[in-house]
């Protein structure tokens, strides 16, 4: 009887962490901008997006190529022009920029594309297959202050982790092999790492973020009860996380794809928001996210092929 | 799982029956919860012997293939090619296209 008592109270208190309430008024949309077609200025299916000092990178996908905007959509440049072989890109996804390099998860030439913020190609690495340094699928990038690159590698079930100069260090994740447990992944779809090296994933169809020591310990996860792949649009949990970026404060922003959301977390997983446009239309208006210093937050929408710009509640 | 996908994939095309036409198929799959998962599956295909175009339809979950003249899949292959790929094959609605 005793222990009865005990285990309906631990699930009563757990209950509780597994619904938590909100803690911040949801972010206001003030402004859209794109729409379908593969004029300057228009999408295809934009997915990954960054910021980067004054401008915003879009990643559009199935235009082959990524666009540069500031911080009022107002075009600047498409880098990757499909004419040059070597910059080419092919289904862009997830994207990161780091001491003015811009690295791409170039999806379906199973490579990850380097630029300059300008858009000068300067070089890539991988190439297909399930070997170490090889791909099949990489789908997110993020670099440490070291310059080590960590790739989201979707198909192989992995991150792999490289130097500056592309020699493969290690991986995380066991290649192929799919698993709820603290050390599998279940197809990551992208990647952060924070100013102490910790390493967050979206690990996409186990609806959860890992995070992850320099060392390769698991050191937290989150995403529906324990974070065993219970998907959900309750606060907190997900449906397919698709990117993740963390802000200059140390708090998570999470495209949480399936659920038509944007998630924002504490830097240990404790739920504060969530925003994005009404989930009576179509699927994956919430894709992709990026954070400005400012604390604007720019998400790629998917379906709409458009980008939202959205601010906190009380800059509005 | 790619190289055997391909593989069955081509061998079966080589002794398929011939028509004269091309033929779209219109098949229901679960798993399709992503662009990525889209993305993937349209790469597979299109890389596949015989497959003249893919669109895919996420938010329904449909994937249609349209076929080069005088190739056809038969159910039962189209359903274990999507198992290969990690995917549950539904349904399909098939037509000639002339």
Not at chain 1, 94 to 106: G, H, S
Request: charged share 20%; with cysteine.
């Amino acid at each position: 009887m005793r222990k009865l008592c005990l285990s309906i109270l631990f699930l009563t208190l757990n209950a509780c962490s597994w619904f938590p309430a909100q803690q911040e008024e949801p972010y206001q949309l003030i402004q859209t901008w794109g729409g379908f077609g593969d004029a300057p200025g228009q999408f295809n299916e934009p997915f990954g997006i960054v910021v980067y000092q004054n401008s915003v990178y879009v990643a559009d996908s199935r235009n082959s190529r990524i666009q540069q905007f500031d911080f009022n959509g107002k075009f600047i440049r498409a880098i990757g022009p499909p004419e040059i072989k070597k910059s080419q890109l092919d289904r862009p996804m997830n994207m990161t920029i780091r001491n003015d390099k811009l690295y791409v998860a170039d999806f379906w030439n199973d490579r990850v594309q380097i630029f300059s913020s300008a858009g000068s190609f300067i070089k890539s690495v991988g190439g297909p297959g399930d070997e170490p340094g090889k791909f099949n699928g990489p789908s997110g990038v993020a670099v440490d202050s070291n310059g080590n690159v960590y790739v989201a590698d979707f198909n192989n079930q992995r991150i792999q982790y490289f130097n500056a100069n592309g020699k493969t260090l290690g991986q995380l994740g066991e290649t192929g092999e799919v698993g709820i447990s603290s050390d599998k992944f279940n197809y990551p779809t992208d990647i952060a790492i924070d100013k102490n090296k910790l390493i967050y994933v979206t690990d996409g169809y186990n609806d959860r973020i890992k995070v992850i020591d320099n060392t390769g310990n698991v050191i937290n996860k989150w995403g529906g009860p324990l974070a065993i792949n219970l998907s959900g649009g309750f606060n907190g949990w997900f449906r397919v996380p698709s990117s993740i970026v963390i802000a200059n404060s140390g708090e998570i922003f999470v495209a949480d794809s399936f659920n038509n959301r944007i998630q924002k977390f504490t830097s240990n997983g404790k739920f504060l928001t969530s925003f994005g446009l009404s989930t009576k239309g179509p699927r994956h208006t919430t894709v992709g996210v990026a954070v400005a210093n400012d604390g604007s937050v720019f998400v790629t929408d998917h379906a709409h092929h458009q980008v939202q710009k959205w601010v906190p509640h009380d800059r509005q | 799982m790619n190289s055997q996908f391909i593989a069955f994939f081509t061998i079966f095309l080589i002794h398929t029956n011939l028509y004269a036409a091309s033929m779209q198929y219109d098949m229901r799959v679960d798993g399709l919860a992503c662009p990525f998962c889209a993305y993937g599956i349209e790469k597979k295909l299109l890389k596949t012997e015989g497959v003249n175009s893919v669109d895919i339809n996420i938010e329904k979950g449909i994937v249609i293939v349209k076929t080069k003249i005088g190739v056809s899949f038969s159910e039962h292959q189209l359903n274990q090619l999507f198992h290969d790929a990690g995917f549950t094959y539904r349904s399909m609605k098939q037509r000639e296209l002339r």
